[in-house]
């Protein structure tokens, strides 16, 4: 069964940094691009970020480039997101999700992770 | 204001018919990128229900069909049951954000 772990999720001061992880399973993890999505409380899905299969190509949605970085451990088969710079409207549950292919732009998420939330303020 | 514009809620009796619209524009659903759509019931995992436009995949009822014209798509459930109450999300590709887009969510209520 394919499953996606999020963890690392807390609540943090506006201006610090947060880094996030996705453990994965079920899966050969090196054979897929990765996304990262949120969801505000109360509102709708935003993407985040991507990287795809061998972390040759990252993108990230305009809300946080520069303030996140995007990675992951094909070895560990983990994805991250390093956050800094947090602002109360980065409070999210971020979703860790799996690509339908290596890399490529016109494609689906499959499956998600169950999410975990970050929490901005003072 | 999302890229994808979708009705805030719909809303249908058991057994009913429902349709949820997509309209997107020339930089994402008008240049040819597939629409997928998602089916989130609060507190859980968002989850894939059609794929590349028309595709379900494996498990999701056939009361749950697709299509793509132009710039928009659309999501049809037809015999509306209880369970279909959640919130339902299309998405694309938008090539000049080079981003992945989301409509803003449908709320689906079955009264």
């Known amino acids: 069964e394919v499953q996606l772990v999020e963890s690392g999720g807390g609540l943090v001061q506006p201006g610090r940094s947060l880094r996030l992880s996705c453990a994965a399973s079920?899966?050969?993890?090196?054979?897929?691009?990765m996304h990262w999505v949120r969801q505000v409380p109360g509102k709708g899905l935003e993407w985040v970020s991507s990287?795809?299969?061998?972390?040759?190509?990252?993108g990230y949605a305009d809300s946080v480039k520069g303030r996140c970085t995007i990675s992951r451990d094909n070895a560990k088969n983990s994805l991250y997101l390093q956050m800094s710079g947090l602002r109360p409207e980065d409070t999210a549950l971020y979703y860790c999700?799996?690509?339908?292919?290596?890399?490529?732009?016109?494609?689906?998420?499959?499956?998600w992770g169950q999410g975990t939330l970050v929490t901005v303020s003072s | 204001q999302s890229v994808l514009t979708q009705p805030p809620s719909v809303s249908g009796a058991p057994g009913q018919r429902v349709t949820i619209s997509c309209t997107g524009s020339s930089s994402n659903i008008g240049a040819g990128y597939d629409v997928h759509w998602y089916q989130h019931l609060p507190g859980t995992a968002p989850k894939l229900l059609i794929y590349?436009?028309?595709n379900r995949p494996s498990g999701v009822p056939d009361r749950f069909s697709g299509s793509k014209s132009g710039t928009s798509a659309s999501l049809a459930i037809t015999g509306l049951q209880a369970e279909d109450e959640a919130d339902y999300y299309c998405?694309?590709?938008?090539?000049?954000?080079?981003?992945?887009?989301f409509g803003g969510g449908t709320k689906l209520t079955v009264l």
């Open positions: 999700a799996k690509d339908r292919a290596a890399a490529g732009e016109n494609n689906w998420f499959d499956p």
């Open positions: 590349g436009n028309t």
């Open positions: 079920g899966f050969t993890f090196d054979d897929y691009a």
């Open positions: 990287i795809s299969w061998n972390s040759g190509r990252k």
């Open positions: 998405q694309s590709y938008d090539n000049s954000l080079s981003a992945w887009v």
